[in-house]
């Protein structure tokens, strides 16, 4: 199983990027998706979290500007940024809970990070 993640790059303060993850391989189900982040000098993050259901869940710092949503035939997640500040700028990495078809067990996969820079 592999999560391609892609939509990274460097947007002035106030711009918007659109990230996307897709996730490839022995896949039965994906209970959820997320997005992370990681600044420099600081903790991995959660961002944004989306179940198969449309469940979601944000972190506060994002809420109103983030938007996190998933095409579940396409195994692929979103997260539309809007309104990006600078503190928003880190390495923002794809997260997946995924369910494989040969073993029927849960497993938790990381996808490449991709750097999102925003200049104040």
């Known amino acids: 199983v592999q999560l391609q993640a892609s939509g990274g790059g460097l947007v002035q303060a106030g711009g918007s990027l659109r990230l996307s993850c897709t996730a490839s391989g022995s896949i039965f189900s994906i209970p959820a998706m997320g997005w992370y982040r990681q600044a420099p000098g600081k903790q991995r993050e959660l961002v944004a979290a989306?179940?198969?259901?449309?469940?979601?869940n944000y972190a506060d710092s994002v809420k109103g500007r983030f938007t996190i949503s998933r095409d579940n035939a396409k195994n692929t997640v979103y997260l539309q940024m809007n309104s990006l500040k600078p503190e928003d700028t880190a390495v923002y990495y794809c997260?997946?809970?995924?369910?494989?078809?040969?073993?029927?067990?849960?497993?938790?996969?990381w996808g490449q990070g991709t750097q999102v820079t925003v200049s104040s």
């Open positions: 997260n997946a809970d995924i369910t494989l078809t040969v073993v029927r067990g849960t497993y938790d996969y």
């Open positions: 989306i179940t198969s259901g449309g469940s979601t």
